[in-house]
């Protein structure tokens, strides 16, 4: 989700290093260390190894250092190419493939959870993944889910992305709520304390304001809730 921050300034600096040589080799390892320092930042482990060239690939010996780059809009995959420039009238440039594993802490949902759920601290913890193989996206931290519910479930181990965010929740845990209980047609409604959080139809418990009592419910809609059989 995030892109390069101040490790860009950084990869320029880099870039603006002298270079030993022209050489391919010296190509192919300018690409991989300037992409290392292009993702770096706080938290987050790069590893970036170049492919081999074209050995029939000759470039001469560049008098400025050398430069690179990527492509507009650019986001972290697994395979990038990184296009290494000698800077000067009449240089060489090349396209050196470079494969990337970039490992940031992610949100991982800690149990089964069901849509409509609030995500509570207790739901998820962080994981180190290669965020360049999560083509959905991710979620880094409890402020991006912060009243949010779940548009989808999400197994145990599954890493929580945007796409699974849904709206906000109608009830949150300590709200007062209405709390509706049917039988043979009769309503009876009561207030009550939740004690979960969560969209509309979700799951969640609720004391009874009058008896004390603990039952389940599900919600129904902005402090309504009613309870299950």
Same mark, same amino acid.
């Given at each position: 989700?995030?892109?390069?921050?101040?490790?860009?300034?950084?990869?320029?600096?880099?870039?603006? =290093?002298? =270079?030993? =040589?022209?050489?391919?080799?010296?190509?192919?390892?300018?690409?991989?260390?300037?992409?290392?320092?292009?993702?770096?930042?706080?938290?987050?482990?790069?590893?970036?190894?170049?492919?081999?060239?074209?050995?029939?690939?000759?470039?001469?010996?560049?008098?400025?250092?050398?430069?690179?780059?990527?492509?507009?809009?650019?986001?972290?995959?697994?395979?990038?190419?990184?296009?290494?420039?000698?800077?000067?009238?009449?240089?060489?440039?090349?396209?050196?493939?470079?494969?990337?594993?970039?490992?940031?802490?992610?949100?991982?949902?800690?149990?089964?959870?069901?849509?409509?759920? @609030?995500?509570?601290?207790?739901?998820?913890?962080?994981?180190?993944?290669?965020?360049?193989?999560?083509?959905?996206?991710?979620?880094?931290?409890?402020?991006?889910?912060?009243?949010?519910?779940?548009?989808?479930?999400?197994?145990?181990?599954?890493?929580?992305?945007?796409?699974?965010? @849904? @709206?906000?929740?109608?009830?949150?845990?300590?709200?007062?709520?209405?709390?509706?209980?049917?039988?043979?047609?009769?309503?009876?409604?009561?207030?009550?304390?939740?004690?979960?959080? @969560?969209?509309?139809?979700?799951?969640?418990?609720?004391?009874?304001?009058?008896?004390?009592?603990?039952?389940?419910?599900?919600?129904?809609?902005?402090?309504?809730?009613?309870?299950?059989?």
């Amino acid at each position: 989700m995030a892109g390069p921050r101040p490790a860009a300034a950084l990869a320029l600096l880099l870039a603006a =290093a002298p =270079a030993a =040589a022209g050489s391919a080799g010296a190509a192919r390892a300018f690409a991989a260390n300037w992409l290392r320092h292009y993702y770096a930042q706080p938290g987050s482990r790069v590893e970036a190894d170049a492919a081999p060239l074209d050995p029939r690939l000759q470039l001469a010996d560049c008098p400025a250092p050398l430069a690179a780059g990527l492509p507009p809009a650019a986001r972290p995959a697994p395979r990038m190419s990184v296009l290494v420039r000698c800077p000067v009238p009449g240089g060489w440039s090349v396209r050196v493939p470079v494969q990337l594993r970039l490992y940031r802490q992610v949100l991982v949902a800690s149990r089964p959870l069901r849509r409509g759920d @609030g995500i509570a601290a207790g739901d998820v913890h962080a994981e180190e993944r290669d965020v360049t193989r999560l083509g959905y996206g991710y979620v880094e931290s409890m402020d991006q889910v912060a009243e949010r519910t779940l548009a989808r479930p999400l197994m145990a181990g599954s890493v929580l992305t945007p796409a699974a965010l @849904g @709206g906000r929740q109608m009830v949150r845990a300590g709200d007062r709520v209405e709390l509706l209980a049917e039988l043979d047609g009769i309503a009876v409604r009561a207030e009550g304390i939740a004690l979960g959080s @969560g969209d509309s139809g979700a799951r969640l418990r609720v004391r009874n304001g009058s008896s004390g009592r603990v039952v389940d419910a599900v919600v129904r809609a902005p402090g309504q809730t009613v309870a299950l059989p």
